[in-house]
């Protein structure tokens, strides 16, 4: 976390319901800020490593949680905590069942701060959902206090713009769209956003705030399926999309620049359209068709990489059954270890299925983390690249030296064109 520490805020509490990749950057930053900050959690091995000093966020590094806990941070699973917060900031998961939003995490968060509202207070959501959760689902928990939210309390919704690895963006330097239920909420959750980052933009009200985190993250999710989609194509046509991409990446204005990968994956990009395209339908009546072929696209291209790999040993007269496959990269983006809806692990589980001899190396994984794979964990090296049959680059993490993979590997396959400039043996996507 960087920025400057403005003044101490009054002794006002925070309390962070959910301490993920969102809720532990903003307690953090909450602390940095001058305020008495509170995390809660009902994730027990999360509780432990925060305890014990270690940071499973890159973006928190564990000096940062050091610092906050020396200046009074605490995480816990008690919701005694609770008591006398001034700010709660929600920031729970909000999965997809069977396509269907399950915001029973946002539920539980509002019913477990329910005892502890007085008038006064200010309660956020940040938690990515559809529009009109914040009036239709969040305030008629909270009101089971007693109080009514914009009456007696301050409510409103900041959508989470965290990006895990990011140098450039980061919770400081990203703007933060804010929002309230009425002109006090507003003002409230603007107060407090702007002590913890550099810019804030102020929206007409909740559902226009949540409806902005979704426009962001199904406008990335569409253009990504557009290039996948292209990309495809392009091989068919004998024509290499790197370098169309590039080509067209030098006009200034009227394009910006998405590449094609093995899929989407994170919370963001695979889950958010969704939330779009069912409330649409949920209320529209109609079909968003944009995302629903978006969907299909991205969520197919672990299968086009799978017969890919096919593909290229069947040129060399093997099978992929029996064949020693090392896969790159294992999390959904480059510099971060969340592997949440990570297309890694479905190209993983399709070659595992297949009778593939398969190792992994991910620097920013555990093998913990990693149970679900089929695969055994091995460290880059020249050894294993050397090793293997195939070489899978999946993730473009700064470890994966190319000039290291074009030297070792027999074979490469290349989702995401690390070895472009080198001279390896295989194919790029």
């Not at 919701?79 to 399950?102: K, M, N, Q, S």
């Not at 070895?419 to 295989?426: A, E, I, P």
Request: proline residues 7%; contains cysteine.
């Amino acid at each position: 976390m960087t920025g400057n520490v403005p003044p101490v805020n009054g002794g006002e509490k925070v309390a962070v319901i959910g301490l993920g990749y969102v809720g532990l950057p903003v307690a953090m930053r909450a602390v940095e800020a001058g305020y008495k900050v509170v995390g809660y959690d009902v994730d027990v091995p999360r509780l432990v490593a925060l305890r014990s000093g270690h940071s499973y966020v890159e973006d928190v590094p564990d000096e940062a949680l050091a610092a906050a806990t020396a200046a009074g941070f605490e995480a816990t699973g008690d919701g005694a905590v609770l008591a006398g917060f001034d700010i709660a900031v929600i920031t729970v998961p909000t999965p997809l069942r069977e396509g269907v939003p399950d915001l029973t995490f946002v539920e539980v968060a509002a019913r477990t701060l329910v005892p502890h509202l007085r008038p006064g207070v200010t309660v956020i959501l940040e938690s990515t959902t559809y529009p009109g959760t914040t009036t239709e689902v969040l305030a008629p928990v909270l009101a089971t206090s007693g109080l009514q939210p914009g009456k007696d309390f301050h409510l409103g919704y900041s959508p989470e713009r965290i990006d895990p690895g990011n140098k450039v963006w980061n919770f400081v330097s990203t703007p933060k769209v804010v929002s309230g239920i009425d002109a006090e909420s507003l003002a409230k959750v603007q107060a407090f956003y702007e002590a913890l980052v550099d810019t804030v933009v102020p929206v007409g009200s909740p559902a226009e705030a949540e409806l902005t985190k979704l426009l962001e993250n199904t406008f990335r999710h569409v253009n990504i399926a557009l290039v996948n989609e292209l990309a495809m194509f392009a091989r068919s046509l004998d024509v290499d999309i790197w370098n169309v991409i590039d080509a067209a990446s030098t006009k200034p204005y009227g394009f910006m620049r998405y590449t094609p990968g093995p899929g989407v994956g994170g919370h963001c990009l695979p889950i958010d359209p969704s939330y779009l395209s069912w409330q649409v339908k949920r209320r529209a009546g109609h079909s968003f068709r944009f995302v629903e072929l978006a969907n299909d696209i991205n969520e197919h291209m672990p299968d086009y990489v799978v017969q890919r790999v096919i593909s290229l040993l069947n040129a060399q007269g093997r099978a992929v059954r029996g064949s020693r496959i090392l896969l790159l990269g294992l999390t959904y983006k480059a510099g971060t270890s969340d592997a949440r809806q990570s297309p890694s692990l479905d190209v993983a589980r399709a070659l595992s299925a297949l009778g593939a001899d398969l190792r992994a190396c991910d620097p920013h994984v555990t093998e913990i983390a990693v149970t679900r794979v089929p695969a055994t964990l091995v460290p880059f090296s020249a050894e294993e690249l050397a090793a293997s049959d195939l070489v899978v680059v999946l993730v473009n993490h700064e470890a994966f030296d190319a000039k290291v993979i074009a030297e070792h590997a027999p074979l490469v396959l290349d989702t995401k064109a690390v070895l472009r400039g080198t001279d390896f043996v295989g194919e790029l996507l």
